[in-house]
């Protein structure tokens, strides 16, 4: 199990992104599953809509890479919310992190997972907090 970013998951929706390791990782996935913050499906929907509006893909090519994710065994953390304005405020404060990616670190910080980003500042801060990165 481990904690999955957006941007991990993007990969997998866009060839010229994909990579041996994100390739690896959704085989990891697929056997183990992840975790992620309500956010990320948000995340998610919100880049293919803006790659369908700049003719990158079509809608049901979006259709199509929301599909195979559902799929996978991901796991919603419910607890967020309630921490946005307390621990992961305080969290991107000191890790001149947004909150977005702040939660992801939080989420991983909290149940002692490994993450699984592709995003410079949010790996530098998993790394500083002897939070494990992939890939």
């Not at 975790?35 to 809509?49: H, K, R, S, T, Y």
């Not at 490994?114 to 500042?121: G, S």
Request: include cysteine; charged fraction near 25%.
């Amino acid at each position: 199990m481990l904690v999955l970013d957006s941007s991990v998951a993007l990969t997998w929706c866009f060839a010229d992104e994909a990579t041996q390791a994100t390739d690896a990782l959704l085989d990891d996935i697929s056997a183990n599953g992840a975790l992620v913050p309500g956010l990320w499906f948000l995340e998610l929907g919100n880049v293919l809509l803006a790659a369908e509006r700049r003719g990158r893909i079509t809608a049901s090519d979006a259709a199509a890479r929301l599909e195979l994710i559902s799929t996978l065994p991901i796991y919603v953390d419910q607890n967020a919310i309630a921490r946005a304005w307390s621990e992961i405020l305080h969290l991107a404060r000191a890790e001149k992190l947004t909150t977005y990616d702040a939660t992801y670190l939080d989420l991983a910080l909290r149940r002692r997972l490994p993450l699984a980003t592709k995003d410079r500042a949010l790996a530098e801060a998993a790394k500083r907090l002897d939070v494990a990165v992939l890939p």
